[in-house]
């Protein structure tokens, strides 16, 4: 399973961004999908994920209300809309993907892009 992030970038504070992953090779076992992510010292942080087959989505507090995931099943792509975003929300973002139950543990992900930075401006 390939991962493809793309859509990160710079944007002012109260703006907004999509990120998209595009996800290809033998992805018929997979079903939860999430977006992660991680500052230069950090650890990998848990931003929200989506069940591939039943659609259900889960997001962290800092996030709710402000970011939302979707899937495209026929794309075979997700994305995550990012509103209103923070300077807090600078960071690089994650797409991974695994087998099974959507998780929150990043550990618990089989498959990961290779990640886009975003950045917000004050």
């Known amino acids: 399973v390939q991962l493809v992030e793309s859509g990160g970038g710079l944007v002012q504070a109260g703006g907004s961004l999509r990120l998209s992953c595009a996800a290809s090779g033998s992805i018929f076992s997979i079903n939860a999908m999430g977006w992660y992510r991680q500052a230069p010292g950090k650890e990998r942080e848990f931003v929200a994920a989506v069940s591939w087959s039943g659609g259900a989505t889960y997001y962290a507090d800092s996030v709710k209300g402000r970011f939302t995931i979707s899937r495209d099943n026929a794309k075979n792509t997700v994305y995550l809309q990012m509103n209103i975003v923070t300077p807090e929300d600078t960071d690089v973002y994650y797409c991974?993907?695994?087998?099974?139950?959507?998780?929150?543990?990043?550990?618990?992900?089989?498959?990961w892009g290779q990640g886009t930075q975003v950045t917000v401006s004050s």
């Open positions: 991974a993907a695994k087998v099974g139950a959507v998780v929150i543990q990043p550990q618990l992900y089989t498959y």
